[in-house]
């Protein structure tokens, strides 16, 4: 079997989707473990971000394999899966829209010098997709799919479908959704900013992705990084208005008051 046979076979996909099952419900064994105070929050955050962080890579492999197996066939549709996130909260949406639209000393597809590359006219159909967002997010994300069909590496479309799929983590009431479709977020908006590190709006939402998956540390440190790289004044007004370092800096003094006093309740008297 040649090696691209071998990407498109479908037990490689069948035991890939396996590995995806197996540490989802680790993730969510390590929380009831956590929960019942079997667990301590050092030992449960290092453990969850590892087999978090080993979920995003399976689903990633998943995404690939099977934008492989549909090229002779209709692309993937994830409409049976975010169906139940499509009726999206406007404040949620409003944010995304404020961001977007004022970010970034310069646009993705523009060079520095100011000229204009080929890829703008795909950053523009990726623009055009945005507003899907409101009304289907899995049309929106067919959109931005068909965009990354011909560039994969389109950082308009790699941010704007991470924050899709960010958005669906938030509404979808199944929590093993929740942590699949907010992993894929990461995981691309990361995409996002290797592809093109002037794009602020992929910086952005990296630290807004980061903060809502409860990665306060790695928030903190991106919001850094957005600053220090040149957003325009209008950016750094939206994530001014967003809150975004307060609730950061507030949920990582939770954190750290939560652990005190679990280390005060949990030490032996002398």
């Not at 006219?121 to 899907?132: F, V």
């Amino acid at each position: 079997m040649s090696p691209k046979a071998r990407d498109l076979d479908p037990d490689r996909l069948a035991a890939l989707e396996e590995q995806r099952d197996f540490l989802l419900r680790s993730i969510e064994d390590l929380d009831r473990e956590h929960a019942a105070g079997d667990l301590d929050d050092l030992d449960h955050q290092t453990l969850r971000d590892d087999y978090t962080a080993r979920a995003a890579e399976v689903l990633r492999a998943i995404d690939a394999h099977r934008d492989g197996m549909a090229e002779a066939k209709r692309p993937r549709s994830l409409g049976r899966t975010l169906a139940i996130t499509a009726a999206v909260a406007v404040f949620a949406l409003a944010a995304g829209f404020a961001i977007a639209g004022a970010m970034g000393a310069r646009k993705a597809g523009e060079s520095a010098s100011g000229g204009i590359q080929v890829e703008q006219t795909l950053s523009q159909r990726a623009n055009e997709c945005i507003p899907k967002i409101q009304t289907d997010l899995a049309d929106a994300l067919k959109c931005f799919d068909a965009v990354l069909a011909e560039d994969d590496q389109n950082a308009v479309a790699l941010t704007w479908k991470a924050w899709t799929y960010s958005i669906a983590s938030q509404k979808t009431e199944d929590p093993t959704e929740a942590l699949r479709f907010g992993a894929v977020a990461a995981v691309l908006v990361q995409e996002a900013v290797d592809s093109d590190p002037s794009y602020s709006t992929a910086r952005a939402f990296r630290a807004v992705i980061a903060y809502r998956n409860g990665r306060f540390e790695d928030a903190k440190e991106y919001l850094a990084d957005f600053r220090a790289n040149d957003p325009s004044a209008e950016a750094q007004a939206q994530i001014e208005q967003m809150g975004l370092e307060a609730n950061i800096d507030a949920a990582l003094a939770e954190a750290t008051t939560t652990t005190a006093v679990d280390a005060t309740t949990t030490t032996a008297p002398g």
